[in-house]
Nanobody
Framework: QVQLVESGGGLVQPGDSLRLSCAAS????????VGWFRQRPGKGREGLSI????????YYADSVKGRFAISKDIAKKTVYLEMTNLQPEDTAIYYC??????????????WGQGTQVTVSS
């Protein structure tokens, strides 16, 4: 059973905005947090932002603070990542994951398949 499905990626120009969506199953939302991560070409997976499934707590990595915003719509079972002022270095595969919180990859047992974001002029 698919637990998390990302969508909304694509090709954009520098300075553009993009909103990613993560459709989650009830099982995935039973975890404490849903996080957005990315993997840039030739790099390891890095945590970007986390949102609690039980309250409004949010956390951001310094690299995206002020440019990215995470939100959720529990009724739609969807977590969003609003990304603004995208730059070529934001080019990556973006993943959502469900787990216990923090930016430690191993703390997230459920992952989506990823969505590609490419920022290029």
């Amino acid at each position: 059973q698919v637990q998390l499905v990302e969508s909304g990626g694509g090709l954009v120009q520098p300075g553009d905005s993009l909103r990613l969506s993560c459709a989650a199953s009830e099982f995935a939302l039973g975890y404490y947090a849903v996080g957005w991560f990315r993997q840039r070409p030739g790099k390891g997976r890095e945590g970007l932002s986390i949102i609690s499934t039980s309250d409004d707590s949010t956390y951001y990595a310094d690299s995206v603070k002020g440019r990215f915003a995470i939100s959720k719509d529990i009724a739609k079972k969807t977590v969003y990542l609003e990304m603004t002022n995208l730059q070529p270095e934001d080019t990556a595969i973006y993943y959502c994951a469900a787990g216990v919180g923090g930016f430690v990859i191993s703390e997230y047992p459920i992952w989506g398949q990823g969505t590609q974001v490419t920022v290029s002029s």
